[in-house]
């Protein structure tokens, strides 16, 4: 195995979401051996090095191609079954943007000459099938059941004997059953957008190197997901996407503004709702979030705020909170506001000939209004029903992680409806991201 070589990107930000409904998979259906411990999408390989090239070689190899690429967009969407080269495999698909799609192509056509690949997909790279593998290896008959139950076709078939399986796997499947909570969780097909930051170079089951998209370098040992070095990516990121803003950039002309689900002070939302920011530094998080809404809102401005505006017992108070923010604020009351905001259940809003609805959850719409509604409290959690904009169902999710973090102006909203009702497209988009394709 050690003779064995894989360049994958492995999931950031979406990761701790993809991992719980792996385990939650596992647990299930008893996959503890099969499944994917370290969720990823593979670049190129399994693959040897040519005889004569040194890991150092590869390293250098693709170096030459990665620093002329920034982070590569992706988004993880649905399930799929196909057979792989050692049985069946259960994935997420993925839908690769352009630069995910030209990163793959470049480095396949550096690494051809110098390795032997082992994926069939390899020497034909604009066909390549990108995935995040939930399970592997397994038999055709177990692996049509799994994929029927979890994906609503009918019950899964029997399974075999549980098996012997690694120490991290069998401990994190063994407290899924512990917590009751857990037990009946419900598997429902993911839709989240990710972004990938790194390259990351396995040797075996060990990593050798990680290229770092944004800082432009090889890093060294212990710079993981929980260190500085990680963090400071997410900042060079935030900043270069628009999700954290430096310079006031307050539109004029008196148009609201909308935004849902900061969620300050709550640092399980990072996890939760694969948040651009460090798990352990929800200061860092509120500090964002709060300058980003000053940087649009003038103190003049109408606010819409459509609920949630903090959670947990460590987080600062909503009257201290409110003091931070710009603008005249009609909060909507969301299922963890307290009674001191004076929060509204909804409101109507007639702008630009649209008939507006403002309430925190969809679901709390009259069944007899015909206009668009505009919610939070999905955040980024079912895409697939609750994107940005659904023009089939005239529904707005402003929820921070949908909008990039910062209030949106109903002015570009409208802007939105209207060059989409002209040349009646009515697809509907994903999320409100500058790099999503």
Known sequence: MDEMYLVEIRLGMT?????????????RFRLENFIELHPHVTLFGPMSLNE???????????????????????????????EGIHGS???????????????????????????????????????????????NRLGPKRAAGVFSDITGGGKALPQPERVRCGIFSRFMCRLQNVLPWKKQRQIRPLTLDE??????VMQGDTILAEYDLVQKRWLAGGDGHASRSWQDTLAVFRQRSGFELKTPCQEKGGAPFLIADLHLGHANIIRYCSRPFLFSDVAEM????????????????????????????????ARELQKKLNGDIMFIAGNHDEAELAAVPSALLDYKGFRFLMVHDP?????????WVIHGHHHNNDLRHFPFINFDERRINVSAEVTGYVPLSLNEICTLIQSRQLVGNTSPILVKHPYVD
């Not at 993809?18 to 939650?24: L, Q």
């Not at 004569?52 to 649905?78: K, M, N, W």
């Not at 972004?195 to 990351?200: A, D, L, S």
């Open 15 to 27: 990761k701790w979401r993809v991992k719980e409904t792996i385990f939650t998979i596992a647990t």
């Open 52 to 82: 004569g090239i040194s890991p150092q070689q590869l390293l250098d190899t693709i170096e030459h191609i990665a620093c002329r690429y920034d982070p590569v967009a992706f988004t993880i969407d649905g399930w799929e079954l196909r």
């Open 89 to 135: 495999v259960i994935a997420f698909p993925v839908r690769p943007s352009g630069a995910l799609k030209s990163l793959t192509t470049t480095i396949a056509g550096v690494l051809a000459p110098i390795t032997y690949s082992y994926n069939m997909w390899d020497a034909c790279p604009g066909k390549k099938w990108f995935h995040v593998t939930v399970a």
């Open 195 to 200: 972004t990938g930051f790194r390259i990351t």
């Open 286 to 317: 509120d500090r964002v979030l709060i300058e980003n809404w000053n940087c649009v809102v003038s103190p003049g401005s109408r606010v819409y705020y459509l609920g949630d505006l903090r959670y947990g017992k460590q987080a600062p108070g």
């Open 363 to 371: 679901a709390d719409t009259p069944p007899d209004f015909s206009g």
